[in-house]
């Protein structure tokens, strides 16, 4: 098995030393391929993606895996003849009249290790900017997800060569040799645990890496929010995916003079959103649904209040203590806990008692508080009056800071994340920089400033 990744790693080493810099025409090219596969064979993504999760809403899977791999391709396809141009950088009024610019190179072999919960977008997400950049790419995609993994084993040598682009199957043995690879870059999609550990196979090869994790992403809902509207877009992204989302609300803080209020509009949304299992997803496996179950229970056996309208919708606990472990672990799953806070300020302070997170969601119209909350807190991303949706604006970066992750991609911030941003200085013909040489003139220095 190491052998044979070895010699895939190999081979697309020296392919890319053959062609270190795709031309546009090849790089979209490329695009297009991976485009073709995506719109050709819909139905079995749909039908390996259900296999995977037993149940899961074909509308969800079309929208958040094929949806968003094409558009994402259509985005990059339309603008990469331009972040592909050198770009102009300034030059010291000492040294003109010289030039310098900024040129985007390809880094290589990229490796892309891809979690289960979105098992076709978040494999294929990184290979659209790795292969804006002009790179080849080596994806591990997620056991867990084997049936989606086992499709994209499948298709992928039908639309590319192995030195363009290979898949590699297998589970924790294999992913252990996959993530110490010297790759030119390695991204990698998990929890903060085993992003820990992949990290620490990359450092020995000194490997720049790209880390996509998750955390506990808060809801803040103010004094002023519109209850109603911030109960059906938390409930909308709990619900999506039956909450196996890294960006998914994780809890929610609500002044405690409208606590009840919260409850009763969180109540009716989910009755709205999730009136039966025709949309529902769900769990991934049988061990991640106990791990769901016993985060509820024990919960209900400390003596929350829990309000359940179903197995697969979200279910809210009411004010549950810090000790418990649906308030200690990242939940991915229906589980959402509502907490009563004194003030606005307190929920600031709650949310920076803590890691932070890949996704702040507030709800409020408040430019003060809004500013507020841009000035006093850090999180991956900022969103106002919304869930998830930020993902899909491929002009904003996406990543995580501290333990939700490290470094960003989307867009032209993948692109630039997956090339080496090249200094270039070009010396005029009769360049005044001869005056800097020695022997030093004492007039030149007092005009630098340095005499």
């Given at each position: 098995?190491?052998?044979?990744?070895?010699?895939?790693?190999?081979?697309?080493?020296?392919?890319?030393?053959?062609?270190?810099?795709?031309?546009?025409?090849?790089?979209?090219?490329?695009?297009?391929?991976?485009?073709?596969?995506?719109?050709?064979?819909?139905?079995?993504?749909?039908?390996?993606?259900?296999?995977?999760?037993?149940?899961?809403?074909?509308?969800?899977?079309?929208?958040?895996?094929?949806?968003?791999?094409?558009?994402?391709?259509?985005?990059?396809?339309?603008?990469?003849?331009?972040?592909?141009?050198?770009?102009?950088?300034?030059?010291?009024?000492?040294?003109?009249?010289?030039?310098?610019?900024?040129?985007?190179?390809?880094?290589?072999?990229?490796?892309?290790?891809?979690?289960?919960?979105?098992?076709?977008?978040?494999?294929?997400?990184?290979?659209?900017?790795?292969?804006?950049?002009?790179?080849?790419?080596?994806?591990?995609?997620?056991?867990?997800?084997?049936?989606?993994?086992?499709?994209?084993?499948?298709?992928?040598?039908?639309?590319?060569?192995?030195?363009?682009?290979?898949?590699?199957?297998?589970?924790?043995?294999?992913?252990?040799?996959?993530?110490?690879?010297?790759?030119?870059?390695?991204?990698?999609?998990?929890?903060?645990?085993?992003?820990?550990k992949v990290a620490l196979?990359?450092?020995?090869?000194?490997?720049?890496?790209?880390?996509?994790?998750?955390?506990?992403?808060?809801?803040?809902?103010?004094?002023?929010?519109?209850?109603?509207?911030?109960?059906?877009?938390?409930?909308?992204?709990?619900?999506?995916?039956?909450?196996?989302?890294c960006i998914a609300p994780?809890?929610?803080?609500?002044?405690?003079?409208?606590?009840?209020?919260?409850?009763?509009?969180?109540?009716?949304?989910?009755?709205?959103?999730?009136?039966?299992?025709?949309?529902?997803?769900?769990?991934?496996?049988?061990?991640?649904?106990?791990?769901?179950?016993?985060?509820?229970?024990?919960?209900?056996?400390?003596?929350?209040?829990?309000?359940?309208?179903?197995?697969?919708?979200?279910?809210?606990?009411?004010?549950?203590?810090?000790?418990?472990?649906?308030?200690?672990?990242?939940?991915?799953?229906?589980?959402?806990?509502?907490?009563?806070?004194?003030?606005?300020?307190?929920?600031?302070?709650?949310?920076?008692?803590?890691?932070?997170?890949?996704?702040?969601?507030?709800?409020?119209?408040?430019?003060?508080?809004?500013?507020?909350?841009?000035?006093?807190?850090?999180?991956?991303?900022?969103?106002?009056?919304?869930?998830?949706?930020?993902?899909?604006?491929?002009?904003?970066?996406?990543?995580?800071?501290?333990?939700?992750?490290?470094g960003t991609y989307h867009?032209?911030?993948?692109?630039?994340?997956?090339?080496?941003?090249?200094?270039?200085?070009?010396?005029?013909?009769?360049?005044?920089?001869?005056?800097?040489?020695?022997?030093?003139?004492?007039?030149?220095?007092?005009?630098?400033?340095?005499?």
């Amino acid at each position: 098995m190491q052998r044979d990744l070895t010699g895939i790693f190999h081979a697309q080493q020296d392919a890319f030393t053959q062609a270190p810099f795709p031309s546009l025409t090849i790089r979209r090219e490329r695009l297009g391929r991976l485009a073709r596969m995506t719109k050709r064979h819909q139905h079995d993504i749909v039908r390996a993606i259900q296999t995977d999760f037993g149940q899961r809403s074909e509308t969800e899977i079309r929208l958040a895996e094929i949806s968003a791999v094409l558009q994402a391709i259509t985005y990059t396809r339309r603008r990469l003849w331009h972040w592909m141009r050198p770009q102009r950088a300034g030059m010291p009024w000492r040294l003109l009249p010289a030039k310098a610019r900024i040129a985007p190179q390809p880094l290589g072999v990229v490796g892309v290790m891809a979690p289960w919960n979105y098992p076709w977008s978040l494999a294929l997400m990184p290979v659209i900017d790795a292969f804006a950049a002009g790179n080849v790419v080596m994806l591990k995609p997620s056991e867990y997800a084997s049936h989606t993994s086992a499709l994209l084993a499948k298709l992928i040598p039908q639309y590319f060569t192995e030195e363009e682009f290979s898949v590699i199957e297998g589970g924790v043995d294999v992913a252990e040799v996959f993530s110490a690879l010297p790759f030119d870059h390695l991204l990698f999609t998990g929890s903060t645990q085993v992003g820990r550990k992949v990290a620490l196979a990359a450092a020995a090869n000194l490997t720049p890496v790209t880390l996509e994790l998750g955390g506990k992403s808060p809801a803040i809902v103010a004094a002023d929010a519109d209850l109603e509207h911030a109960a059906a877009a938390i409930v909308f992204g709990k619900g999506m995916n039956a909450g196996q989302t890294c960006i998914a609300p994780d809890y929610v803080l609500v002044e405690s003079r409208s606590l009840e209020a919260m409850i009763k509009a969180l109540t009716q949304a989910i009755a709205h959103q999730r009136p039966n299992d025709k949309e529902a997803t769900s769990a991934i496996s049988e061990r991640h649904q106990q791990r769901i179950d016993s985060l509820l229970n024990e919960a209900r056996d400390h003596g929350c209040r829990i309000i359940d309208a179903g197995p697969h919708a979200p279910v809210l606990i009411i004010d549950p203590t810090q000790d418990l472990a649906v308030m200690r672990e990242e939940i991915f799953g229906r589980c959402l806990p509502v907490i009563a806070v004194k003030s606005f300020d307190d929920a600031i302070g709650y949310v920076n008692a803590r890691a932070h997170p890949l996704a702040l969601y507030a709800f409020t119209n408040d430019k003060t508080l809004q500013s507020t909350l841009l000035q006093r807190t850090r999180s991956g991303a900022l969103v106002f009056n919304e869930t998830l949706l930020h993902h899909a604006v491929p002009s904003l970066p996406f990543g995580g800071v501290g333990e939700s992750g490290m470094g960003t991609y989307h867009g032209r911030h993948g692109f630039e994340r997956f090339s080496h941003l090249r200094g270039i200085f070009y010396q005029a013909k009769k360049p005044t920089s001869r005056l800097l040489r020695p022997p030093y003139r004492r007039w030149l220095l007092k005009l630098l400033g340095l005499g």
